[in-house]
């Protein structure tokens, strides 16, 4: 384990959900054109859009010169209907913006992001670190992968180690279970896990649920020292 | 152009009525009402009553659910099918599936139309609609795998897609063997799409329609309209039928729904409207 006392950087894990960046999660339509007043639950994500703000707000708080950005790469499927741009990188832009964030943002996924410390290298001073990822898509039969009774377990041993920032589970969080199970955020998750210093923070947990059959996280990991 | 789906050939004005008949305990809008054989049988005969050209037969509903192998589609659809075939010598049956095991064996049984929801997930399905020279619908679905629902599914232009894809398929069955007056394409409405991509893929159903292949429009009742109006199932026809008027307007050719009557009369409307058909009876202010 890194020394606590050469860790600087804060985390925060958000999730990558469409509905991040809007209440549809597209763009083109302008909310509230209808002549009804929407629904209650209209927005079922804006609680969490919200605590994820103020999670992010919290992070551009210590003033961080950069922002590392960990988020799964673009969807191949995506990619090949001409969205080159992954989704976890489009959601911590808008967070980053909406937190008034105007400091470099490096992109985990990408070769962009070379100051990648290698091991036994500490993250260098003045980075933040924003990883956007979910658990499992499969957790109902409603849920966007219908029902996987294997998500639950999954979930929660990823939530028990972003819990206590047991950067040696996160790095070893399976992949190819996490693909089976629609785990968006397997690869951000891993790459936390990978980074120097990661077990040396303390976790506080804003948000955890699963609204839409998705397991989301809010979580902010203060740098321990 | 002069559409033919097996026995039967249409004018290139006409708009088809295709009635969905699900052999199926589990389908989203009926529910299992027509699970029964005689049930279902007794659909057909509502539907034809009903004028409707088409009835389009399923044995599996789209959502995920109980996984429904070929043996068991077939056990359900197949003889069926024959049934239909025997007692309406002369009406379009459609059979909604994506597997060409079982397209053969409802085209041996009769069946004229293969309705591939599925978008080509299995490629042989051409093949079998040209063995058996019946029409085939070439569906989008962005390539999805058949029975998922779309999570974070993303297109640069989703009609773009639409009309790549559903060309190629067209094309790809022509060179199969399929006769070109038997192909339709079908933007599929809800499959591999969110609501934002449904309602472009309508607003902009003309683009489809420019593409010279006839255009069937499968909108009944389907969640874009639900998420738009904030309706359930079973509170969404009217959403459905203005949606219906929009694709007619834009020239789809074929409408795969619940309520035969009422899409009709909607269709009927608004060629009227648009001079491609006569008014029933003129005679107000005439006299």
């Known amino acids: 384990m890194t020394s606590s006392a ?35 639950d209209a927005d079922p994500l804006g609680n969490v859009r919200a605590l994820a703000l103020d999670a992010v707000r919290w992070l551009v708080s210590a003033s961080p010169s950069r922002v590392v950005v960990l988020c799964a790469p673009a969807d191949p499927s995506n990619v090949a209907r001409g969205v080159t741009v992954p989704l976890g990188e489009r959601v911590a832009r808008s967070l980053l913006s909406a937190a008034g964030f105007t400091g470099e943002v490096v992109i985990g ?11 036994g290298e500490a993250v260098p001073e003045g980075t933040g670190v924003l990883v956007v990822g979910d658990g499992s898509a499969r957790r109902g039969e409603k849920a966007p992968g219908h029902l996987d009774e294997r998500a639950f377990d999954f979930d929660a041993s990823v939530e028990k180690a972003l819990r206590d920032c ?26 936390l896990g990978s980074l120097p210093g990661a077990a040396a ?25 | 152009m002069t559409l033919r789906l097996g026995r039967q050939s249409f004018s290139d004005d006409a708009s088809l009525m295709m009635a969905i008949v699900n052999r199926t305990p589990d389908s989203f809008y009926d529910k299992g009402a027509t699970w029964a054989e005689d049930r279902a049988f007794d659909r057909v005969a509502q539907v034809v009553d009903q004028g409707a050209e088409i009835v389009d037969i399923g044995g599996i509903k789209a959502a995920p659910g109980v996984e429904i192998d070929a043996a068991e589609e077939i056990s359900r659809v197949g003889s069926f099918v024959g049934r239909v075939r025997s007692s309406y ?14 397209g053969r064996v409802v085209c041996s049984e009769g069946a004229d139309l293969l309705n591939d929801a599925w978008g080509g997930a299995d490629p042989e399905l051409v093949d079998v609609a040209a063995e058996f020279d019946a029409a085939i619908i070439c569906t989008h679905t962005g390539g999805v795998t ?31 063997g399929v006769a070109r007056e038997s192909i339709v394409i079908d933007p599929a409405h809800d499959f591999g799409k969110n609501t934002a991509h449904s309602l472009e893929v309508t607003r902009r159903l003309s683009e489809m329609v420019d593409t010279g292949w006839p255009v069937l429009v499968s909108l009944s009742n389907k969640d874009f309209v639900g998420e738009s109006l904030d309706l359930p199932v079973g509170e969404r026809l009217i959403g459905t039928l203005a949606a219906t008027a929009f694709c007619a307007q834009a020239g789809a050719r074929i ?33």
């Open chain 1, 6 to 40: 050469a860790v600087s950087w804060n985390a925060v894990v958000v999730p990558s959900s469409p509905l991040m960046v809007g209440p549809l999660g597209f763009a083109s339509v302008v909310w509230s054109a209808g002549s009804a007043a929407p629904r209650a």
């Open chain 1, 109 to 119: 996924t990408s070769s962009e992001w070379s100051s990648r410390p290698s091991a």
């Open chain 1, 166 to 191: 047991d950067a040696t589970a996160l790095s070893a969080l399976d992949p190819s279970l996490g693909a089976d199970l629609l785990a968006a955020g397997v690869p951000a998750f891993r790459a």
């Open chain 1, 201 to 225: 923070h303390s976790a506080v947990v804003d948000y955890a649920g699963d609204p839409l059959g998705v397991q989301y996280w809010i979580v902010r990991w203060p740098c321990a020292s």
């Open chain 2, 89 to 102: 010598p002369s009406l379009v049956i459609s059979v909604d599936t994506w597997r060409a095991e079982v």
């Open chain 2, 146 to 176: 058949p029975r998922t629902r779309p999570h974070r599914i993303e297109y640069a232009d989703v009609v773009a897609s639409a009309i790549a894809d559903t060309t190629a398929y067209a094309e790809r069955a022509l060179a199969a």
């Open chain 2, 255 to 287: 409408y795969r729904v619940h309520e035969v009557v009422e899409t009709r009369q909607v269709v009927d409307m608004v060629a009227t409207i648009m001079g491609s058909r006569q008014p029933a009876r003129v005679t107000r202010g005439l006299a």
